[in-house]
């Protein structure tokens, strides 16, 4: 198993940047496709980016495309999200997710992803 916990979250401004952390322990970091997801309060969970194990292969949700990165440090088992030009919209509870290499289904899914962290609030002001 893998134990997934965020950090980085706040209180941001329309048009300003910030940028998540999510800390990896238990099994072997490098093994997992990370995804970063987000759930707005009355509002499904919702798909952000996600970045392969090795990190040479990401993918965006339109509504973040060009404004925010994922990346990751295996070394350092940690998995970032950074977010520029923030918008009040972005409000909501950011998540990490890890999925192993026998999960299949749309890397845009809730499903396939088996660890999740507990998430760290964002706000947006405008």
């Known amino acids: 198993q893998v134990q997934l916990v965020e950090t980085g979250g706040g209180l941001g401004q329309a048009g300003g940047s910030l940028r998540l952390s999510c800390a990896a322990s238990?099994?072997?970091?490098?093994?997992?496709?990370m995804g970063w997801f987000r759930q707005a309060p009355g509002k499904e969970r919702e798909f952000v980016a996600t970045?392969?194990?090795?990190?040479?292969?990401?993918r965006y949700a339109d509504s973040v495309k060009g404004r925010f990165t994922i990346s990751r440090d295996n070394a350092k088992n940690t998995l970032y999200l950074q977010m520029n030009n923030l918008k009040p919209e972005d409000t909501a509870v950011y998540l990490c997710?890890?999925?192993?290499?026998?999960?299949?289904?749309?890397?845009?899914?809730?499903?396939?992803?088996?660890?999740w962290g507990q998430g760290t609030q964002v706000t947006v002001s405008s």
């Open positions: 997710a890890a999925r192993d290499r026998y999960s299949t289904g749309p890397y845009d899914s809730t499903g396939p992803y088996g660890y």
């Open positions: 238990g099994r072997t970091f490098s093994r997992y496709t």
């Open positions: 970045i392969s194990p090795m990190g040479d292969t990401t």
